[in-house]
């Protein structure tokens, strides 16, 4: 289990532990949610903000383990997802640190801050153009842990500024949509297909309401693959 600053070394309490900790830190971000320009050092800020309480190493980039050997999870297979009823071995799937996880990622970065008019996009087009880049940040998981988490906060408050709506009380509230999203992001880590991701996305974006926000809690705790946050 991973070293905390709890000196926990039970992983069930630990996880319940953070469970709070994350969950107190998420709440302050709904009246102040973390400035920055959208590039990596606000996503390290903001997984900083989440995990402070928790971890020594909140906010920094992962750099273990190192090459040729990778982090490793388990997930549904393409074949599963394709066929539910099928029940092939979940896939081994692997993320390297250093360079070959900071490389991609810089670079998804950079092309970000190219224009792209995402705020002229209706919903399904938006989904589609950030489900993309929801799958490349997936795939290099820069985190040990809490790559979920950082990922909901960062992509709701850029959909704001873009003019969108990211409901993501359904990551918490909506089972089937958990197991949807999960398996696209999956999905487009084997094979760069972003299609399931993507009509998942579409269910909880749409245009910026004007007026008080639609969620009753403002940025709520979100999904992680292990455990659900209310």
Known sequence: MLRNLFDERDQGKLNELEL??????TVQLSS????????????????????????????????????????VKG??????????????????TSFPAGAPMSSPLLAWFERRNEPTGYAGMRPGEFAAA???????????HPFREGNTRAQVIFFTQFAAVHGHYLDYERFARDEW?????????????????????????SQVIDRRMTGRPRTRR?????????????
Not at 78 to 92: E, F, K, L, W, Y
Request: no cysteine.
């Open 20 to 25: 709070m900790a994350v969950r107190a830190r």
């Open 130 to 140: 950030i489900a993309e880049s929801w799958g490349e940040i997936n795939a290099a």
């Open 177 to 201: 949509f958990r197991a949807k999203f999960n398996a696209g992001r999956f999905l487009a880590q084997h094979n760069t297909d972003t299609t399931l991701l993507a009509d998942a996305l």
């Open 75 to 92: 997930g549904p297979s393409p074949q599963s997802i394709a066929a539910p009823t099928q029940t092939p071995s979940p896939p081994i």
């Open 218 to 230: 403002g940025i709520l705790p979100a999904y992680e693959p292990h455990y659900i946050s209310e």
């Open 32 to 71: 102040a949610p973390i400035a920055g320009s959208y590039n990596l050092k606000h996503m390290q800020a903001i997984h900083h903000h989440l995990f402070q309480d928790v971890y020594a190493w909140a906010g920094e980039l992962r750099t273990s383990p190192q090459f040729p050997v990778s982090m």
